[in-house]
Every structure is written in C-alpha cells, then in structure tokens.
C-alpha cells in the first residue's frame, strides 16, 4: 500500500473524528478537542493516509499522532497516538512515530514523553523497541482506574537540520 505522511490541517478534523472513535476503546477526544488540538499554536498533528489515485480526493486516514509543546521547555509530549485497527501490524505505528520524532526534533525538543495504559502491550513494546524507557508509574490514572506507564526517550535536536 501506497502511505504518505503530512501535518494534519483544519480540513482534517471530520476523519480525524471517525478515526479517533474508531481507534479507542475509551478516553476518546471530543471533536471540540480535536479541533483545539489541530488550531492550537504548542500542538502539531501529523496524520498517515493510504495515498489516494488522482482523481479519487484525498487519501484515506489510516493514523494520527499529535505532540504537545510547552513554551521554554525542551520536553514534548505524544498527546494521542492510533493507527487504524484495519492497518495495525504493518509497520505504520513505527512510521508515524519516526515521523513525530523528526518533528520534534525540527523544533528543538530533546526529550519526548508520553503515558501508556499498563495493559496497552502492543504499544509498549513499540515504544520500548524505539528506544523509550519506563519513567514513573501513574495509578489509576484512565477514567476506567487503569494505570500508566510514563514513558520518556531522548531526542537529537537539530538532527534533520545536520543531516540536511
Ligand atoms: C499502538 C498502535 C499505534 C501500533 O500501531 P501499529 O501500526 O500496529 O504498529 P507497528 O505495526 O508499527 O508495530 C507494532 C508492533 O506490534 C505488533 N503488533 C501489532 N498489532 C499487534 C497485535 N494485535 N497483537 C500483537 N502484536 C501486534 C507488530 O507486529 C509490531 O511488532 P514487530 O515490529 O515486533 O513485528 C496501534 O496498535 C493502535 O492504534 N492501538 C490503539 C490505540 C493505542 O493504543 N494507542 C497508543 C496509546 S499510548
């Protein structure tokens, strides 16, 4: 399958909404959430389409992933992070993740940190696999009582910038 990763844009927001129902069980954004995340300045979404044939319109969204920044912090943090339950297992969490990474390091950040449902393995083991380590334990931290894992992983800042 053809993919193509990009910044996600305001026009986004009605796929972004069928892909958040559909990609979580729970603790799902609202489309008001969603749409403050995609027009606030400190918050950059990138999305993951199978890219579409010339006159088919735009691609279908199989993933999405949002970072929130802080102002005068070095730390980012992945806010939200699915793939499509059709497209899992094929490399395309991995993909979108790079994708954010490189983001956030075009932007300066040296650390990037996020929580993990305890009972979420398949993301854990992405994320360890990609080089985040366990930080701190959140209990009952989800709206079911589920704990969290934090995770964090150190980004090279300026790193796309050297290579280029
Ligand atoms: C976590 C998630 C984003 C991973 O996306 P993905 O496209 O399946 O990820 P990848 O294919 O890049 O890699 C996932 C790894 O888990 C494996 N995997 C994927 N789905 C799996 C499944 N149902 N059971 C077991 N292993 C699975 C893949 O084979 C791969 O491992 P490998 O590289 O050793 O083969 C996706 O499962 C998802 O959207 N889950 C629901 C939302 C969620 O939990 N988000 C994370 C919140 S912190």
Redesign the pocket.
């Known amino acids: 399958m053809n993919i193509r990763l990009r910044p996600a844009t305001s026009h986004d927001l009605d796929a972004l909404y069928r892909l958040e129902q559909i ?2 069980t729970g603790d799902r954004f609202s489309r008001r959430q969603l749409w403050h995340l995609l027009n606030r300045a400190h918050a950059e979404t990138w999305v993951v389409e199978a890219a579409a044939a010339e006159a088919a319109g735009p691609g279908r969204l199989l ?1 999405y992933g949002t970072l929130l920044f802080r102002q005068g912090s070095r730390r980012v943090r ?1 806010y ?6 059709e ?11 790079e994708a954010l990474e490189a983001c956030a390091e075009a932007r300066g950040s040296e650390w990037l940190s ?4 305890a009972d ?4 854990l ?3 360890r ?1 990609m080089g985040f380590r366990l930080e701190r334990w959140l209990p009952a931290y989800y709206e079911d009582g589920c704990a969290a894992w934090q995770m964090v992983k150190g980004l090279e800042p300026g790193a796309m910038a050297r290579a280029g």
């Open positions: 990609a979580f993933g992945l939200s992070f699915c793939v499509h339950p497209a899992r297992g094929g490399g395309l969490g991995r993909r979108l993740l996020l929580e993990v449902r979420n393995r398949v993301a083991r992405l994320y696999r």
